[in-house]
């Protein structure tokens, strides 16, 4: 007889699939970087996909050195504001916030968010952290950071999103000086990462809603003589009859999509200050016309148009060497189909 071989449908790696918590990703490690201080992280809004045209600089490949086209996804990144700057310390126990220093006149944008202090110490905290980072109680700093959505005319929103920004680079002194002659005022995408390098993509899946075990995991459809009453998008077997137990790792039906994701070292093409250059005719499919600096990325990043990115620098980047794109053309044919 032929082996039978069949094994498990669907990858187990991020169960329990359930809905993210928020549209704003989160980050819990942040790559290592030994240098001056500098952000590590960056936030814009997803446009659509186009294509450009490019000479291939990957050495060994069968077209080094000819033009190729490539599928790049644009996003669009006005300029990010520095809120707040936060403070860790560490124990047995992991990080915990110790204090934060608030820029003085932070975005009346932000208000939409979340509720700014009235009362506030901004000296009393300042002089707190640099206590902590003398007696050494002070593990990690990270600059409170939000959008502008405002400036963005293709998303219909106007409350700032708010995350957490690693500063890395040089001595905690060092650190929190760089972190507070930024407070207060404007970051760009350039002072980040730079074209040519790597990066980490990441951001919330397209919702699916609720879907059967065929979509969800992708099992087979049974057959015509396997199922009762005409029923074949059903698993065949939920388990043993003893123990009388279904395990968690039997397909069955739930939410899909909506899950936060990381995809690792997608390489940045062109930063560019003006959307008008790579702006289709009619603008992008559900989008519109791109007005703010944007970014063009290799390939697709998870998540539908609007959906906010986030980008790091890349963390498993091993030897990745940042070279400078000869981009020769950017379609701006229409998408409108």
């Known amino acids: 007889m032929p082996k039978i071989n069949t094994p498990r449908k669907g990858s187990l790696a991020f169960s329990p699939r359930k809905r993210a918590k928020s549209p704003v990703p989160k980050y819990q490690s942040w790559p290592e ?16 996909m186009t294509h450009i045209v490019m ?24 300029a990010m504001k520095v809120a707040a700057i936060r403070a860790y310390s560490r124990d047995t126990y992991g990080k915990h916030p110790m204090t934060e220093v608030w820029a003085d006149s932070p975005d009346p944008a932000l208000a939409r968010r979340i509720t700014l202090p009235k009362k506030y110490d901004g000296s009393g905290a300042r002089q707190a952290i640099l206590d902590g980072i003398t007696a050494g109680t002070v593990a990690e700093v990270f600059a409170l950071m939000h959008t502008t959505p405002e400036l963005v005319s293709g998303i219909p929103k ?6 957490e920004v690693r500063i890395a680079g040089g001595s905690l002194e060092s650190r929190f000086e760089f972190a507070m002659n930024l407070l207060g005022n404007e970051v760009g995408l350039k002072n980040i990462i730079q074209p040519g390098s790597y990066a980490d993509i990441t951001a919330i899946t397209t919702g699916k809603g609720t879907q059967g075990p065929v979509k969800r995991w992708g099992i087979k459809l049974r057959k015509r003589k396997h199922s009762r009453g005409g029923k074949k998008r059903h698993v065949g077997n939920l388990g043993p009859w003893n123990p009388h137990h279904v395990r968690w790792q039997v397909p069955q039906a739930g939410q899909m999509g909506y899950q936060q994701r990381t995809e690792f ?11 008008a250059e790579v ?7 559900y989008y519109g ?8 990325v290799k390939g697709s990043v998870p998540g539908p148009v609007k959906r906010l990115i986030r980008i790091r620098p890349a963390m498993r980047q091993g030897e990745h060497v940042p070279r400078q794109p000869a981009i020769e053309f950017v379609s701006t044919q229409s998408k409108q189909g």
């Open 265 to 275: 070292n997608k390489r940045i093409l062109k930063i560019g200050d003006n959307g």
């Open 158 to 163: 106007k409350v700032p999103d708010l995350m």
């Open 33 to 48: 970087y030994e240098g001056t201080p500098v952000l590590q992280g960056f936030a814009g809004y997803k446009v659509g």
């Open 55 to 78: 000479v291939d600089d990957h050495k060994n490949s069968p077209t080094e050195g000819k033009d190729i086209m490539v599928p790049v996804t644009v996003i669009e990144i006005p």
């Open 279 to 285: 702006t289709p005719e009619g603008g992008f499919l």
């Open 289 to 296: 016309i791109l007005k703010n600096p944007y970014v063009l």
